[in-house]
């Protein structure tokens, strides 16, 4: 028989936990976890914005425009968005309300300051009544505000779930707009690849509105720089969201996706 040491003595046996108190530890370990994810995932967040936003004058000698912020409409990847009343137009008495997308100015991540960018970029080129409207970008403070057309009435998926369903007639407009949109957009050889119900917006008349351009890209290759007709590039990221992805985003080297992964999503949507 092996010896016992003076110290393997000394050991006290743990007590054995009930099934019961075992659950308790680890749904409070779960809570505490999530809430240490959810206050990481805050500090991401630009701060709220103060009564009063000031953008700079858009030409040397003109005046500031003033933004007075409203109601927080919601909260991005790594965005808040609010209302923006424009002050100081001159003209009229009449009030016209934006929304303002807030991120940080500078943010923790080179590749999330690339990707805002980026959607910056393609944003600000796409014209189109379908499409929501991008009006301009500036830094205020700590923050960057980038100034859209507000859809007064929601996301598509706000509607669905007030009113659990569409009418056949209701479904077949808002195809034909979705459609219109995207075909204007791969024309300029862009991808939205991330189309979703809480992605398409709904105006003050009900018209759609395709909105959130975040992983958004442009679909060029190396050849058509330099005025040569070529394939065009395709994509390897793995991004998008689960219940919409197409196949050939998941799929690891199969040559990548392109704009058929927005054809995907009109599917899974309609």
């Given at each position: 028989?092996?010896?016992?040491?003076?110290?393997?003595?000394?050991?006290?046996?743990?007590?054995?936990?009930?099934?019961?108190?075992?659950?308790?530890?680890?749904?409070?370990?779960?809570?505490?976890?999530?809430?240490?994810?959810?206050?990481?995932?805050?500090?991401?967040?630009?701060?709220?914005?103060p009564?009063?936003?000031?953008q700079?004058?858009?030409?040397?000698?003109?005046?500031?425009?003033?933004?007075?912020?409203?109601?927080?409409?919601g909260?991005?990847?790594?965005?808040?968005?609010?209302?923006?009343?424009?002050?100081?137009?001159?003209?009229?008495?009449?009030?016209?309300?934006?929304?303002?997308?807030?991120?940080?100015?500078?943010?923790?991540?080179?590749k999330?300051?690339?990707?805002?960018?980026?959607?910056?970029?393609?944003?600000?080129?796409?014209?189109?009544?379908?499409?929501?409207?991008?009006?301009?970008?500036?830094?205020?403070?700590?923050?960057?505000?980038?100034?859209?057309?507000?859809?007064?009435?929601?996301?598509?998926?706000?509607?669905?779930?007030?009113?659990r369903?569409?009418?056949?007639?209701?479904?077949?407009?808002?195809?034909?707009?979705?459609?219109?949109?995207?075909?204007?957009?791969?024309?300029?050889?862009?991808?939205?690849?991330?189309?979703?119900?809480?992605?398409?917006?709904?105006?003050?008349?009900?018209?759609?509105?395709?909105?959130?351009?975040?992983?958004?890209?442009?679909?060029?290759?190396?050849?058509?720089?330099?005025?040569?007709?070529?394939?065009?590039?395709?994509?390897?990221?793995?991004?998008?969201?689960?219940?919409?992805?197409?196949?050939?985003?998941?799929e690891?080297?199969?040559?990548?996706?392109?704009?058929?992964?927005?054809?995907?999503?009109?599917?899974?949507?309609?």
């Open positions: 028989m092996e010896a016992l040491s003076p110290r393997s003595t000394n050991i006290q046996a743990r007590p054995k936990l009930s099934k019961l108190k075992e659950k308790q530890l680890a749904d409070e370990e779960a809570k505490r976890a999530e809430a240490a994810k959810k206050a990481l995932k805050e500090k991401e967040y630009a701060p709220a914005p009564e009063w936003v000031l700079p004058p858009i030409t040397k000698g003109g005046l500031a425009e003033k933004f007075r912020t409203g109601k927080c409409l909260k991005g990847g790594f965005a808040i968005c609010y209302e923006g009343e424009l002050r100081n137009k001159g003209k009229g008495t009449g009030k016209t309300i934006y929304a303002l997308k807030i991120v940080k100015t500078y943010m923790n991540l080179k999330m300051e690339d990707k805002f960018r980026t959607e910056l970029q393609i944003h600000a080129k796409m014209r189109h009544p379908n499409i929501v409207e991008f009006h301009r970008a500036f830094t205020f403070k700590d923050s960057t505000y980038v100034v859209l057309e507000l859809c007064s009435n929601g996301s598509i998926m706000d509607m669905v779930k007030k009113r369903c569409l009418t056949l007639p209701e479904v077949r407009r808002l195809t034909v707009q979705l459609c219109g949109a995207i075909k204007y957009m791969h024309a300029r050889n862009v991808i939205h690849r991330d189309l979703k119900m809480g992605n398409l917006f709904l105006d003050h008349d009900m018209n759609l509105k395709i909105g959130d351009f975040g992983l958004a890209a442009v679909l060029v290759s190396k050849h058509e720089y330099q005025g040569l007709y070529d394939q065009k590039s395709r994509r390897t990221t793995l991004c998008g969201t689960p219940n919409y992805i197409a196949p050939e985003i998941l690891k080297g199969k040559g990548g996706h392109d704009y058929k992964v927005d054809i995907w999503a009109i599917g899974v949507i309609v």
